[in-house]
């Protein structure tokens, strides 16, 4: 009993120093690019919420955000990307063709990066406003601190199966 | 200086170049496949023609296109569109568009190709920038380029299954290189 209290405990106090150390990989193909360089920039200043710092190493980050077009033929980068970040980690699709692909409905673009990965946060918008986007990060801290993003689903699933049996 | 590429085209080649035209301030003239290389060696090398900037060349699929008609009362109607029939045309054409920076210039070659039998000389000796946009030609309509340096797909990826601007392809349909198992969920 004491343990488990502990545990939650702890990891409680982990999730609150994830959701304010997001390190940000930005996976950027098309024009939402321009937005979230704007987000980025002082005037929205993602670095309000801990999250100022784009690492341009997948190794080195724990958010991807996933701005713009993924073609299929991106697939299999995208997903290589996903796969060397270290858990836990998160997925942000920003704008409406990372999210559903958008009026790409052709035989060249993915219908969504969760076809790939899963995404816990999309931001719908073509392109999204620097608004949206900070409201999507709040969802996602807010996501991050109870523990419901898919890699943290994931691992605590994994735990229960190693430890139940 | 509108007709004189084109009269001189004529007459020195004569057979080869099938019909000119020049609506609309373009002047085109379609040539015979056999003759095209030496009928681009002429326009790159010539003095008088010195087209020396390709600005492109794609390929068109005439599949299922309608000629339009239009009502000779109608102000829309402009008398010089040739009123062809479709049958008789051959389904894709090649479509060079030569440049000359020297005379100010430009010119549109057009080489009809039959379906069955989808081979073009390639230009990309004459002109290195036509190397990668013969490849795009390749990539999206399957037009093989005979004696082009590294015919592969541009575009798509190697595992893709025919050429995505035809007519006939479905332009939805996908066809994935990687999707995930959705168990997350």
């Known amino acids: 009993m004491g343990l488990e209290i502990t545990t939650t405990r702890l990891e409680d106090a982990a999730n609150w120093g994830r959701k304010f150390s997001l390190f940000t990989y930005p996976f950027v193909t098309a024009c939402c690019g321009m937005e979230f360089m704007s987000v980025a920039a002082p005037k929205y200043d993602i670095a309000r919420f801990g999250a100022e710092f784009p690492r341009f190493?997948?190794?080195?980050?724990?958010?991807?955000?996933?701005?713009?077009?993924?073609?299929?033929?991106?697939?299999?980068?995208?997903?290589?990307?996903?796969?060397?970040?270290?858990?836990?980690?998160?997925?942000?699709?920003?704008?409406?063709?990372?999210?559903?692909?958008?009026?790409?409905?052709?035989?060249?673009?993915?219908?969504?990066?969760?076809?790939?990965?899963?995404?816990?946060?999309?931001?719908?918008?073509?392109?999204?406003?620097?608004?949206?986007?900070?409201?999507?990060?709040?969802?996602?801290?807010?996501?991050?601190?109870?523990?419901?993003?898919?890699?943290?689903?994931r691992h605590k699933r994994e735990q229960l199966v190693r430890e139940g049996g | 200086m509108a007709r004189r590429v084109l009269d001189a085209l004529t007459a020195r080649f004569g057979d080869a170049i099938q019909s000119t035209s020049s609506d609309y301030g373009d002047?085109?003239?379609?040539?015979?496949?056999?003759?095209?290389?030496?009928?681009?060696?002429?326009?790159?090398?010539?003095?008088?023609?010195?087209?020396?900037?390709?600005?492109?060349?794609?390929?068109?699929?005439?599949?299922?296109?309608?000629?339009?008609?239009?009502?000779?009362?109608?102000?829309?109607?402009?008398?010089?569109?040739?009123?062809?029939?479709?049958?008789?045309r051959p389904r894709f054409a090649m479509v060079y568009e030569l440049r000359s920076l020297v005379h100010k210039h430009r010119i549109r070659i057009k080489v009809p190709l039959d379906e069955n039998d989808l081979v073009v000389p390639s230009l990309s000796e004459l002109w290195p920038a036509f190397n990668w946009l013969e490849r795009e030609v390749y990539d999206m309509y399957g037009v093989a380029f005979e004696g082009h340096p590294d015919l592969r797909r541009i575009y798509m990826y190697e595992e893709f299954i025919g050429h995505p601007l035809r007519k006939d392809y479905p332009k939805e349909r996908r066809q994935p290189l990687v999707r995930r198992e959705w168990t997350d969920e």
């Open chain 1, 57 to 153: 190493s997948p190794r080195q980050s724990d958010l991807l955000m996933v701005v713009g077009t993924i073609t299929e033929r991106q697939g299999p980068v995208l997903k290589r990307v996903y796969d060397q970040m270290a858990e836990p980690k998160w997925v942000i699709a920003f704008g409406v063709c990372a999210s559903t692909g958008g009026f790409y409905q052709n035989y060249s673009a993915m219908p969504g990066a969760d076809q790939v990965i899963p995404v816990d946060v999309y931001i719908p918008g073509c392109p999204p406003r620097p608004e949206q986007v900070l409201d999507a990060l709040m969802l996602l801290m807010k996501k991050v601190q109870e523990g419901r993003g898919h890699s943290q689903v």
């Open chain 2, 27 to 88: 002047e085109v003239a379609v040539v015979r496949r056999d003759k095209l290389v030496e009928v681009a060696r002429f326009l790159r090398d010539d003095p008088a023609m010195a087209f020396n900037l390709p600005c492109y060349c794609t390929c068109i699929d005439y599949l299922g296109l309608e000629v339009l008609t239009v009502r000779p009362t109608s102000p829309l109607a402009v008398p010089s569109v040739p009123a062809r029939p479709v049958d008789d």
